[in-house]
């Protein structure tokens, strides 16, 4: 787990414990440079040959080029006086005290009792220029976030206020404008960040500390990293220098294109240590390109809940490898509440995209237009099949629906309790309902125990989860779960899957050994 006090790429001007080296022109100290080497040193970066792949040569021109794209962001945010944590109370002196003017002129503006005085908070960061005609500024969302003023700051001195045009904190990216008038600013196009590999040497700009335009560079570490930031996580990890200040700011392929905005670090001290993020421009400029046209994000939406395929699901659904996204519940009224994908199906592509892990589901439908007909690749029972789907658009203000619970499926004589799996269950009649808080939309079989180092609590089985599928097999009393499991074992299965609703009718899928 990945602290994200320490994670997200603060904006301060504080050097905190971090190494930042600063040469001394020779020009400035003759004496100094005199005693440099007259030859290069062994295994310096002079005599290594090129074809060891030790780095770029120069980027000297590559960033003489960008540098006047690339923008310190400048906030600032009238905070109120308060008595909360963090504020330095005043001490209580006795009535009458000849220290209580000097207490009360320390203490004024230090949101003491007898303080509660507005301040201005400052914060910078970086952002680069997309349009230098309508003057577009693409940043982080966190750098502007609740700003009362924001000014863009540009390397020749050139400083424009900034009205913000609109963010998005699924992705942690904000737009901005500025009116350029009669200024000519340089701007930067985006990139393939899809064309990237690891090991692909990139450069990175931006305003360390408050220092202003400063140039590192280093290579691709690694790709499509989840860091727990959003739910659309699919970061560029570098090991380009990235420090508080930098967030906002681009990151460079070696032919000046932006690949990836630089929004987060790894790092005890708040310095770089070589682990840092950037949001990659394929997932970036479909944000950027809907903030500018409406001001906010629209998203597709395809209305389901879902979980990850293990390797005991797999074996369940007679899937051959673990891949994929499962579905465990349908919104009602959402747009495939029309029966084209069901729970227990496995979306394994969409839109022919390969959905691998669960994650990739979220983010690719999220990048697909809302309304747009797209084909859905998923297994069914054991069946490869494809369905045509809808997209509805995702609003930030839904919340996650229950799905459609289905009705009681078998009827015939029915005990009223047994024992499977380590598992007690029951029916789910009123008294159940009563006695677990379950809500009356949930129907099934009720867990009223769950036997301890069993295999059903080892899944996390707990009393009061109702049972309402059994090998995507609807089941309404305990002797349909008995002869539920019993038809499994007679075909060799391992494993069986069920169908768990929470007591609020929330599903999810656990598979439970047979053993």
């Known amino acids: 787990m990945i602290d ?26 003759p004496s100094l440079a005199q005693k440099a080497p007259a030859s290069p040193a062994p295994n310096s970066p002079a005599q290594t040959s090129p074809t060891t792949g030790a780095g770029p040569e120069s980027v000297a021109d590559l960033a003489e080029g960008l540098l006047g794209a690339v923008v310190n962001i400048s906030t600032s945010q009238t905070v109120k006086g308060t008595d909360g944590p963090g504020t330095v109370p005043m001490p209580q002196l006795p009535e009458g005290s000849p220290f209580q003017d000097f207490f009360d002129e320390f203490f004024k503006d230090r949101g ?3 303080g509660g005085s507005s301040q201005k908070v400052q914060s910078l960061g970086s952002g680069f220029v997309i349009d230098a005609k309508e003057g577009f500024v693409v940043t982080n969302n966190h750098v502007i976030a609740d700003a009362d003023d924001i000014e863009v700051n540009f390397s020749d001195g050139l400083t424009l206020k900034a009205t913000l045009v609109g963010t998005d904190t699924k992705t942690d990216i904000a737009l901005l404008k500025v009116d350029p008038a009669d200024h000519k600013l340089t701007e930067v196009k985006f990139g393939d960040s899809d064309k990237m590999r690891i090991g692909d040497w990139v450069m990175a700009i931006g305003n360390p500390f408050g220092l202003g335009g400063t140039v590192t560079v280093g290579i691709i570490s690694a790709r499509n990293r989840d860091i727990n930031a959003g739910p659309y996580d699919d970061f560029i990890q570098t090991d380009a220098a990235i420090n508080r200040g930098n967030s906002g700011g681009p990151l460079f392929n070696m032919h000046g294109e932006v690949i990836g905005i630089n929004t987060a670090i790894i790092s005890p001290t708040g310095g770089s240590i070589g682990i840092g993020f950037s949001i990659p421009t394929q997932l970036a400029r479909g944000v950027v390109d809907q903030l500018r046209e409406f001001g906010e994000t629209r998203r597709g939406w395809l209305g389901v809940r879902i979980q990850p ?11 051959k490898e ?19 994908i069901q729970p227990g199906d496995v979306v394994t592509k969409f839109d022919g995209k390969e959905i691998d892990e669960v994650r990739d589901l979220p983010r690719i439908v999220a990048e697909s237009p809302v309304g747009k007909a797209v084909d859905v690749v998923l297994v069914r029972k054991g069946k490869e099949m494809t369905v045509k789907v809808t997209l509805g658009r995702l609003e930030d203000s839904e919340k996650v629906a229950e799905g459609e619970d289905d009705e009681a499926g078998q009827q015939g004589e029915a005990v009223a309790t047994a024992s499977v799996l380590g598992m007690t269950i029951g029916e789910l009649d009123e008294a159940a309902r009563s006695k677990f808080g ?8 009720v867990v009223t125990e769950v036997a301890p180092d069993s295999a059903a609590a080892e899944r996390g089985v707990q ?4 049972i309402t599928e059994i090998a995507q097999e609807s089941v309404a009393n305990p002797t349909d779960v008995v002869d539920r499991i019993a038809a499994l074992k007679e075909q060799g299965r391992k494993n069986a899957l069920l169908m768990m609703a929470s007591k609020s009718g929330e599903l999810r899928f656990v598979t439970i050994r047979m053993d």
């Open 112 to 114: 003491g009792p007898r």
């Open 309 to 319: 395929v293990t390797e005991d699901i797999a074996e369940s659904l007679g899937m």
């Open 463 to 466: 009393a009061g989860e109702v």
């Open 322 to 340: 673990a891949k994929g996204a499962l579905i465990a519940g349908i919104m009602k009224g959402g747009p495939v509440d029309d029966g084209s």
């Open 4 to 29: 994200h006090s320490v994670v997200r790429a603060a904006r301060t001007t504080l050097l905190a414990a971090t190494v930042l080296s600063f040469a001394i022109p020779a020009a400035v100290t």
């Open 438 to 445: 379950i809500a009356e939309g949930v129907n099934g079989v």
